[in-house]
Each structure stands twice: as C-alpha cells, then as structure tokens.
C-alpha cells in the first residue's frame, strides 16, 4: 500500500517486515531514526527479536557476528564515523561467510567533522567482502532490504549486504512509498537456514586462523561467491518483480542511452536529479543518458560493458563520484574505466557533492558541456579561493 | 511541478510543518516530497524546510532555489536572511508578523501577512506558529485541503493537543479565506 513517510522509517519498516531475530546498533546521525524505530518496535512487541544494546559501533557488529553464527538472521545499520569503527568487524563478518545485512545511511567521513551525505564511509569499505546496494529513492530503498536477505542468505553467496542510501537526502525525507505486508515478505524471504551454525551439541568454530597453505583459498572463494552473486541478484529480483512488479534483477540501470551521445554513471539519490536534467538537455537536442549503478559490489563490469562497449553512438562519459580514493580517482571512474579497458571513448571522471554539497541539475548540465570540451578528471564545484 | 521553502527558527516546527503539508498534499492524490535543510540543528538558528508538489513522481532532490510558495514563521529572519530569493513571478509568500510589512518583496509576488503568534498563543497557548500556517498555506495555494490537514494534524498529535492545533490552522485558515 502506498504510504508517505520518512525514508528511515520506511527502512524500518521493511526490516521489521523481515523478520531479523537479532538487532544490534548504535545511534549516529543521519542512522539514528532507523533503530529508534526499530528500538521502538521490539519494545511494544511489534518486533520478535532481540535488541541488543551496546557501547559502540564495534560491538553492535560483533553482537552481529555471534548472532548471526549462531543462525539467526541479523540486522545492523550506521553511517560514517560508526562503520569506521567497524572496518575490523567486516571484514571478520565477510570472512566468516555470515549473511548479516546493514543499512548505511551514507555520510561522509571526518576530518574535518561533516554529518552530511556522500559515499566515503560506505565505498571505504569496498574491499570487504559485503554485497554493496545503493538506492536513487525510497521505495528501492525499502525494497533492497528484502533483495538483500534474499541474495545474502542464498547459499551459493553466505555474505553480508550493504544497503547504502543518502544520509540526509533520503534518509530523512518524507515521500510515498509502497509499502509490502508480512504476508507478502514471508512469500518473498524463507526463513534462514545456514547450512553451518554454532552449536553446543554439533561444535564447529568460524574464523580459525587460515595457515598459508590454505588462506589463499579462503579469500579465492570468497571473491567468487561474491562474483556468483550477480545470478542470484538476478533470480531474487526477477522473482521480486514477478510478486511486485519492482524489477531489481540489473545491477545498473540505463536511462534514455539508446542513442546517447554523453553518458553520465552515477549512484545513488543523485540519479533522480540527472534523470531530470537529461530530460531538460534531451528537449534541447542534446542526446545524453545516464547509466545507473545499483549495486557496486560485486561490480557490474559486465553490464557496463555490454551498455557502453559496443555501443557506437558513445563519444565521452562522465563518472560521477560523491567519494574519492585520495592520491588517485572517485572509486567509480576508477572501476569503469578497469571494466572499458581498450575502449576509446574518453571517461572523464567528476567529485562532486562531498560533505553534503548540495547538486542542482545545472550542476548536471555544466559538467556535461565539461565533457564535450574534454575536460575532467576533476573537483566540480569548488569555491574560486582553493584554486 | 510546484515548491515550497519554509523559513524558520530552530524549534518553531519548519521540518514537521513541511512533513505534514506533505502528508496532506499526498491524501490529496498528489505526490509529495518533503525534506529539511539539512543543518545542525539548533533552538533559535534559522533554518529552512522543503516541499515539492506534483502529479508525477518526483525525482529531482536539490534543495528548493526557485519556490512558487514561500512561508516565512518569523519575520525577524527577513534582515538577516534573503528569505525572498528566488521566488517564482506569480508566487505567494506568507509571512507571520503583526506588523504592516516593512519589507519589500519582489514584483510579481503575492504577499499574504498574518499575526500567527498571536493566534497560535490563543489556541496553543504557547508561540509555536507551525499549525497555524499551515491553515494559512491551505487557504492561500489550494495545493492542500483543509480536510487532509485536519487529518495530518489527528495523526501526528493526540487528543487536546490535536484538537488545539487545528484550532489554529482553522482560524489561520477562515482568516486568510476571508482576506481574499
């Protein structure tokens, strides 16, 4: 049923719907709203689940970690600072192959201290080993949460799921949203069912330490059962799309690229804003279209390629990154360009909207004209008095 | 596509006033989208709050530079913040002062004033004057009924309290209506 409400607690709300066992979080802005709720739901019993209080962010993943080794499904959520803290953790959750999922409500990183949206915290972590989703709206941003179990849990993937959604520019954002019921999630997400858990009277141990002979193979299998989720996102979003007519089965999106001339890539609630402006640019003649990236990890190399590659009628694209890997490029350009390696179309890579810098589609259309006249690889919309 | 950019103080209600214009506008079949700028929020600082209205998915998710409507909660912000900038030709601005306006607004503009202080003092019996606009707004721009505000209000306040606030969105609204 389609509802108004805030992004967090429409978040809320699907995690509620489904069904973890176990919640564990720390309150940090713009999270917070998402585990008041849930807090909110357990204690008046809308919830059966246990809510774990901790000290920190370290210890809320680590409550994760247990739980969700001990076989029940487990649900976390922070942002910046807080996923900072838990860099050790995810990785530890990632190795030990446990499909817990987390909310990032995205928020850049200090120093200095922001509490606004871009991608840092969240992309930092890419090397992890977790699922990375990331919506353009509410409504995916409730959606992506029952993908998320789905895929994370599926056995052929056993690993933990990011579902990053702007700090602030959703998360804290009244709009419509299809809501799911209870019926439908259980029809959607099986209850979870690891084929290992701790046990007392059938013991196994997680994380024992890997000797060289054998670490290698650990991290080999890792990587590949995060590669073989790219068919298991497939099948849960067709599966999703046939009971709801939502379809998350592509891991990136294409808007108007048919005969696109400039193509801009881009994650996140920043697309809605592009889609906009190409709409604008279209009507003016301009042929340019934007390639949506849904989920960054694994990364949709292969949907990239069949996008852009073959495509004749591509003369530039333009990377738009809210996140940088400092010294080098936004992370996303620097992923495009791996997955266009022999391509000739130039990639102009733009970092923009940092720290909560707000983006306005001439924003968009200016680093479009920046493209044709070749020039990237670049700050936008820096104040005169650094330059 | 049609905006509004609430200027207010932090503790006047700008952020909630904007949720529930939203959720009004969306009984009303219409989308809505409601944000805050996002600040640090703090008692006294200006702050400002967003709704877009239209009858198709919103997607665009820039702050609002360009508003068709504008409330403006309290009129001392207008010498220190350009309160009025970018309003649409055609627009309407409400502001809260029992003043007669002392300010110039730009061409084109329609100016409605009215003393939502002392109203929401009557009704509330405190100066919060968030409610109280919000009667003005529906009254002012038709984009919301008065029936969906009546309810936004049940929704987010219980009881006396509720009742209270629509106290002064009616009052807010019959003398805007009566003005016209």
């Known amino acids: ?96 192959r446990l499909p817990i999922v987390m909310s990032i409500a995205n928020r850049a990183l200090g120093a200095p201290l922001s509490i606004w949206n871009d991608m840092q915290d969240s992309i930092s972590l890419r090397d992890a ?61 099986p209850k979870f069912n690891p084929p290992e858990r701790l046990d007392a009277a059938d013991p196994v141990s997680f994380g024992m330490y890997a000797t060289p002979e054998y670490y290698l193979e650990f991290r080999y299998e890792h990587d590949k059962a995060l590669k073989d989720a ?16 939502r379809d998350y089965s592509a891991m990136v999106e294409g808007y108007k690229l048919e005969d696109a001339e400039t ?52 003369k530039r694209i333009a990377v738009l990154d809210k996140n940088i890997s400092l010294g080098a490029k936004g992370a996303t350009a620097i992923e495009v360009k791996d997955a266009l390696y022999g391509s000739t179309v130039p990639v102009w890579n733009y970092i923009l909207g940092l720290g909560g810098r707000d983006v ?18 670049q700050f936008y919309g820096l104040r005169k008095e650094v330059l | 596509m049609r905006e509004l950019r609430i200027h207010g103080r932090g503790g ?77 030709p055609g627009g309407i601005v409400i502001v809260n002062t029992e003043k007669k306006p002392d300010f110039k607004i730009p061409e084109g503009v329609k100016l409605i004033t009215i003393d939502a202080t002392s109203i929401a003092l009557k009704a509330l019996g405190l100066p919060i004057t968030n409610t109280t606009l919000m009667g003005a707004f529906a009254a002012a721009t038709g984009e919301i009924q008065f029936a969906a505000l009546e309810n936004a ?4 306040f219980k009881g006396e309290l509720a009742t209270r606030n629509i106290a002064a969105a009616k009052t807010a609204f019959d003398f805007v209506k009566g003005a016209a």
């Open chain 1, 360 to 377: 306005r589609k001439k924003d968009i259309k200016e680093i479009v004209v920046l493209a044709e006249k070749g020039q990237g690889d």
């Open chain 1, 230 to 245: 790219r068919e298991v996102i497939a099948k849960a979003g067709k599966e999703f799309a046939a009971l709801f007519g």
């Open chain 1, 129 to 189: 080993g977790w699922l990375q989703f990331y919506a353009e709206d509410n409504q995916e941003a409730t959606d992506l949460h029952y993908i998320a179990y789905r895929v994370s849990e599926d056995r052929k993937v056993l690993l933990p799921s990011f579902v990053c959604f702007d700090g602030f520019i959703l998360s804290h954002t009244y709009e419509p949203v299809d809501m799911l019921t209870q019926e439908d999630v259980d029809k959607y997400l």
């Open chain 2, 12 to 88: 006047q209600g700008s952020v909630t006033a904007a949720e529930l214009i939203a959720v009004a506008a969306f009984e009303g079949g219409v989308f809505a989208q409601a944000f805050p700028a996002f600040g640090v929020e703090r008692r006294g600082a200006p702050v400002q709050a967003f709704v877009r209205f239209d009858n198709k998915k919103i997607r665009k998710r820039s702050q609002v530079y360009e508003p068709d409507y504008i409330i403006v909660q309290d009129s001392t912000l207008i010498k220190d913040v350009n309160v009025f900038l970018g309003v649409k």
């Open chain 2, 153 to 156: 209000l049940k929704h987010r």
């Open chain 1, 1 to 96: 049923m389609m509802e108004i409400t805030e992004g967090s607690h429409a978040v809320a709300e699907a995690v509620r719907l489904c069904r973890p066992q176990v919640v564990s979080a720390y309150p940090i802005t713009p999270q917070t709203h998402i585990v008041e709720a849930l807090a909110d739901f357990v204690a008046n019993g809308k919830l059966d689940a246990e809510y774990i209080n901790v000290e920190n962010e370290f210890s809320a993943l680590s409550a994760c970690v247990g739980a969700s080794a001990a076989g029940s499904r487990t649900y976390s959520a922070t942002t910046s600072q807080g996923l900072a803290l838990m860099f050790e953790v995810c990785f530890n959750a990632a190795g030990m």
């Open chain 1, 263 to 314: 193509v801009i890539v881009a994650m996140g609630s920043i697309c809605g804003t592009i889609k906009d402006s190409i709409d604008e640019m279209r009507a003016e003649g301009k042929k340019v279209g934007l390639l949506r990236i849904r989920v960054f990890r694994p990364f949709p190399s292969e949907d990239i390629t069949k996008f852009i590659k073959s495509a004749t009628h591509v």
